[in-house]
């Protein structure tokens, strides 16, 4: 009789954190720009012409977003140090766990990275929202670690 196959469930991506240089940085309430593109040139063979050949040229990675909710001046002040000519670079790992919370079950590592763009909380009077900040940042590299 042939084995069943064991089923594995896809993680549900709420259970996250973002360390800088090993620390958690905050609780966000979502990480966005986790992406790599690869250029891809166009090479037509002469002589051949039922295809185009497709050759890698190289890999961009977007900017990171974090966004939480306003609690503390971490993110400000990492991004005003930049915009008073002190970048810090550092690295930044995201860690996606279990079901349960417990496990890491996959880490992003981020290089050589600093913010360069901080949105404030949209405020409105009329409504009852939690004042949200977002911090982008760029990087120079992107891996899967685990």
Do not use: C
Not at 64 to 88: E, F, M, P, Q, Y
Not at 110 to 123: E, N, Q
Request: overall charge negative; proline content about 6%.
């Amino acid at each position: 009789m042939p084995e069943l196959a064991r089923r594995t469930d896809p993680f549900p991506g709420f259970r996250f954190t973002v360390l800088r240089n090993g620390q958690p940085i905050g609780g966000f309430s979502e990480v966005g720009g986790l992406q790599l593109e690869t250029e891809v040139f166009d090479y037509p063979e002469g002589g051949v012409n039922d295809v185009v050949h497709k050759l890698p040229v190289r890999t961009k990675q977007t900017n990171l977003s974090l966004k939480r909710g306003l609690a503390d001046r971490i993110l400000w002040d990492w991004h005003d140090d930049v915009v008073s000519g002190r970048v810090t670079r550092w690295d930044v790992v995201v860690l996606l766990y279990d079901q349960a919370g417990d496990t890491p079950v996959a880490q992003w590592g981020l290089h050589r990275v600093y913010p360069v763009k901080w949105v404030g909380p949209s405020l409105n009077a009329t409504q009852n929202q939690v004042a949200i900040e977002t911090l982008e940042l760029v990087h120079e590299g992107l891996k899967r670690m685990g």
